[in-house]
Protein backbone atom coordinates (compact mmCIF):
# COMPACT_ATOMS: atom_id res chain seq x y z
CA UNK A 1 0.00 0.00 0.00
CA UNK A 2 1.05 3.15 -0.85
CA UNK A 3 2.22 5.98 1.67
CA UNK A 4 2.66 9.70 0.63
CA UNK A 5 4.67 11.42 3.21
CA UNK A 6 3.26 14.43 5.00
CA UNK A 7 4.03 17.62 6.99
CA UNK A 8 2.78 17.21 9.89
CA UNK A 9 3.08 20.92 10.87
CA UNK A 10 1.27 21.42 8.23
CA UNK A 11 -1.17 18.89 9.13
CA UNK A 12 -1.02 19.78 12.75
CA UNK A 13 -4.78 22.00 12.10
CA UNK A 14 -6.14 18.66 11.38
CA UNK A 15 -5.17 16.22 13.19
CA UNK A 16 -5.63 18.31 16.64
CA UNK A 17 -9.22 18.93 15.06
CA UNK A 18 -9.51 14.91 14.75
CA UNK A 19 -8.07 14.87 18.27
CA UNK A 20 -10.85 16.79 20.07
CA UNK A 21 -13.21 14.14 18.28
CA UNK A 22 -11.52 11.44 19.21
CA UNK A 23 -8.25 9.18 17.53
CA UNK A 24 -6.61 6.12 17.84
CA UNK A 25 -3.29 4.45 19.29
CA UNK A 26 -1.95 1.65 17.71
CA UNK A 27 0.43 -0.63 19.98
CA UNK A 28 2.52 -3.70 19.19
CA UNK A 29 3.86 -6.69 21.76
CA UNK A 30 4.55 -10.09 22.27
CA UNK A 31 2.57 -11.27 19.35
CA UNK A 32 -0.54 -8.79 19.76
CA UNK A 33 -1.30 -5.67 18.21
CA UNK A 34 -3.84 -3.39 19.94
CA UNK A 35 -5.90 -0.11 18.80
CA UNK A 36 -7.23 2.47 21.57
CA UNK A 37 -8.90 6.04 21.41
CA UNK A 38 -7.29 8.83 22.52
CA UNK A 39 -8.52 12.51 22.91
CA UNK A 40 -5.65 13.71 25.17
CA UNK A 41 -2.85 14.68 23.42
CA UNK A 42 -0.07 17.42 22.22
CA UNK A 43 2.13 17.89 19.57
CA UNK A 44 5.47 19.99 19.42
CA UNK A 45 8.72 20.58 19.85
CA UNK A 46 11.10 19.00 22.40
CA UNK A 47 15.13 18.48 22.77
CA UNK A 48 14.98 19.31 18.97
CA UNK A 49 12.58 16.75 18.59
CA UNK A 50 9.40 16.72 17.18
CA UNK A 51 7.03 14.84 19.20
CA UNK A 52 3.06 13.36 19.45
CA UNK A 53 2.32 13.35 23.62
CA UNK A 54 -0.69 11.21 24.57
CA UNK A 55 -2.06 10.29 28.35
CA UNK A 56 -2.25 6.87 28.78
CA UNK A 57 -4.06 5.62 32.21
CA UNK A 58 -2.56 2.95 33.91
CA UNK A 59 -5.14 0.71 33.75
CA UNK A 60 -5.12 0.12 30.58
CA UNK A 61 -3.69 -2.37 28.17
CA UNK A 62 -2.23 -0.52 25.93
CA UNK A 63 0.22 0.77 28.95
CA UNK A 64 1.43 -2.76 29.53
CA UNK A 65 1.89 -2.71 25.36
CA UNK A 66 3.91 0.27 25.76
CA UNK A 67 5.86 -1.08 28.80
CA UNK A 68 6.71 -4.14 26.70
CA UNK A 69 7.49 -2.12 23.12
CA UNK A 70 7.95 1.75 23.86
CA UNK A 71 6.66 2.48 19.98
CA UNK A 72 3.23 3.17 19.17
CA UNK A 73 1.38 5.00 15.90
CA UNK A 74 -1.29 7.33 16.59
CA UNK A 75 -4.08 6.44 13.74
CA UNK A 76 -5.94 9.67 12.54
CA UNK A 77 -8.99 9.05 10.48
CA UNK A 78 -9.67 11.35 7.29
CA UNK A 79 -13.59 12.41 6.80
CA UNK A 80 -16.41 9.76 7.47
CA UNK A 81 -15.51 6.42 8.89
CA UNK A 82 -16.93 3.44 10.30
CA UNK A 83 -18.13 4.41 13.77
CA UNK A 84 -17.84 1.05 15.39
CA UNK A 85 -14.19 1.64 15.13
CA UNK A 86 -14.39 4.19 17.71
CA UNK A 87 -17.16 1.90 19.81
CA UNK A 88 -14.72 -0.63 19.79
CA UNK A 89 -11.39 0.65 20.51
CA UNK A 90 -12.56 3.08 23.12
CA UNK A 91 -14.80 0.51 24.64
CA UNK A 92 -13.05 -2.59 24.63
CA UNK A 93 -9.85 -3.89 26.27
CA UNK A 94 -6.97 -5.79 24.50
CA UNK A 95 -6.86 -7.67 27.12
CA UNK A 96 -10.17 -9.33 26.78
CA UNK A 97 -10.67 -9.12 22.96
CA UNK A 98 -8.23 -8.68 19.48
CA UNK A 99 -10.23 -5.47 18.18
CA UNK A 100 -8.08 -5.36 15.31
CA UNK A 101 -9.26 -8.89 14.06
CA UNK A 102 -13.00 -8.28 15.71
CA UNK A 103 -13.22 -5.09 13.34
CA UNK A 104 -11.72 -6.55 10.44
CA UNK A 105 -9.13 -3.60 10.04
CA UNK A 106 -6.10 -3.93 7.36
CA UNK A 107 -2.82 -3.21 8.67
CA UNK A 108 0.07 -1.12 7.36
CA UNK A 109 3.65 -2.52 8.32
CA UNK A 110 5.46 0.99 10.02
CA UNK A 111 8.48 2.29 8.29
CA UNK A 112 10.91 3.39 11.69
CA UNK A 113 8.98 1.43 14.32
CA UNK A 114 7.84 -2.06 14.73
CA UNK A 115 4.15 -1.04 14.82
CA UNK A 116 1.68 -0.97 12.18
CA UNK A 117 -0.42 1.85 10.95
CA UNK A 118 -4.38 1.40 10.21
CA UNK A 119 -5.47 1.89 6.63
CA UNK A 120 -8.87 2.47 7.70
CA UNK A 121 -7.41 5.60 9.97
CA UNK A 122 -4.89 6.76 7.59
CA UNK A 123 -2.91 9.76 8.61
CA UNK A 124 -0.66 7.83 10.55
CA UNK A 125 2.53 9.18 12.87
CA UNK A 126 4.66 6.68 13.65
CA UNK A 127 6.47 7.39 17.17
CA UNK A 128 9.12 6.06 19.77
CA UNK A 129 8.79 6.79 23.32
CA UNK A 130 11.11 9.19 24.75
CA UNK A 131 10.16 9.67 27.99
CA UNK A 132 7.27 8.68 30.44
CA UNK A 133 5.99 9.98 33.60
CA UNK A 134 3.18 9.25 35.61
CA UNK A 135 1.24 12.09 36.95
CA UNK A 136 0.69 13.34 40.19
CA UNK A 137 -2.33 13.87 41.04
CA UNK A 138 -1.63 16.12 43.90
CA UNK A 139 -0.52 18.78 41.73
CA UNK A 140 -3.55 18.38 39.10
CA UNK A 141 -6.11 21.61 40.29
CA UNK A 142 -8.83 20.38 42.28
CA UNK A 143 -11.68 20.97 39.76
CA UNK A 144 -9.94 18.73 37.25
CA UNK A 145 -9.11 16.15 39.73
CA UNK A 146 -12.35 15.53 41.23
CA UNK A 147 -14.03 15.31 37.35
CA UNK A 148 -11.06 12.97 36.54
CA UNK A 149 -9.74 10.75 39.10
CA UNK A 150 -13.12 10.39 41.27
CA UNK A 151 -11.52 7.25 43.26
CA UNK A 152 -14.34 5.34 42.88
CA UNK A 153 -14.34 2.61 39.63
CA UNK A 154 -16.97 2.34 36.72
CA UNK A 155 -19.23 -0.25 37.69
CA UNK A 156 -20.10 -3.07 35.02
CA UNK A 157 -17.25 -2.19 32.83
CA UNK A 158 -13.58 -2.65 31.86
CA UNK A 159 -13.01 0.72 32.24
CA UNK A 160 -11.63 2.55 35.06
CA UNK A 161 -11.21 6.44 35.66
CA UNK A 162 -9.82 5.68 39.06
CA UNK A 163 -5.99 5.52 37.84
CA UNK A 164 -4.03 8.12 36.91
CA UNK A 165 -2.48 8.66 33.47
CA UNK A 166 0.88 8.04 32.38
CA UNK A 167 2.46 11.00 30.06
CA UNK A 168 3.90 9.11 27.10
CA UNK A 169 6.32 11.36 24.96
CA UNK A 170 6.86 10.14 21.57
CA UNK A 171 9.37 11.31 18.84
CA UNK A 172 7.50 11.68 15.44
CA UNK A 173 9.79 9.27 13.23
CA UNK A 174 7.75 9.39 10.13
CA UNK A 175 4.28 10.83 8.83
CA UNK A 176 2.38 9.84 6.00
CA UNK A 177 -1.13 9.20 4.45
CA UNK A 178 -1.75 5.75 3.57
CA UNK A 179 -3.39 5.99 0.22
CA UNK A 180 -5.96 2.69 -0.09
CA UNK A 181 -5.89 3.54 -3.56
C1 LIG B 1 -13.35 9.27 22.51
C2 LIG B 1 -12.49 8.52 23.52
C3 LIG B 1 -11.28 9.07 23.93
C4 LIG B 1 -10.46 8.40 24.85
N1 LIG B 1 -9.29 8.97 25.23
C5 LIG B 1 -8.45 8.33 26.10
C6 LIG B 1 -7.17 8.89 26.44
O1 LIG B 1 -6.74 9.94 25.94
N2 LIG B 1 -6.43 8.21 27.36
C7 LIG B 1 -6.84 7.03 27.93
O2 LIG B 1 -6.11 6.45 28.74
N3 LIG B 1 -8.03 6.46 27.58
C8 LIG B 1 -8.83 7.07 26.67
N4 LIG B 1 -10.03 6.51 26.30
C9 LIG B 1 -10.41 5.19 26.83
C10 LIG B 1 -9.74 4.02 26.08
O3 LIG B 1 -9.81 4.20 24.68
C11 LIG B 1 -10.47 2.71 26.45
O4 LIG B 1 -10.40 2.49 27.84
C12 LIG B 1 -9.91 1.51 25.70
O5 LIG B 1 -10.86 0.48 25.80
C13 LIG B 1 -8.57 1.04 26.24
O6 LIG B 1 -8.15 -0.03 25.46
P1 LIG B 1 -6.96 -1.01 25.90
O7 LIG B 1 -7.32 -1.58 27.27
O8 LIG B 1 -6.93 -2.05 24.84
O9 LIG B 1 -5.72 -0.18 25.97
C14 LIG B 1 -10.87 7.15 25.38
C15 LIG B 1 -12.08 6.58 24.96
C16 LIG B 1 -12.89 7.26 24.06
C17 LIG B 1 -14.19 6.63 23.62
Same mark, same amino acid.
Given at each position: ??????????????????????????????????????Q???????? @??S &?? !????? $???? =?? *?????????????????????????????????????????????? @??? &?? !????? $???? =?? *???????????????????R????????????????????I???????????????
Amino acid at each position: MKKEPIDFIGCAGTILEALNRGIFMTTRANGKTDCMAIQWGTMGFLW @GKS &VF !VCYVR $ESRF =TR *EMLDANPEFTVNIPMGDYDRKIMAVCGGKSGRDVDKIAELGLTLVE @GDK &VS !VPGIS $ELPL =TL *ECKVLYRQKQDVNLIPEDCRKMFYPRKSVPGTHDSEDDEHITFIGEILAAYRICNS
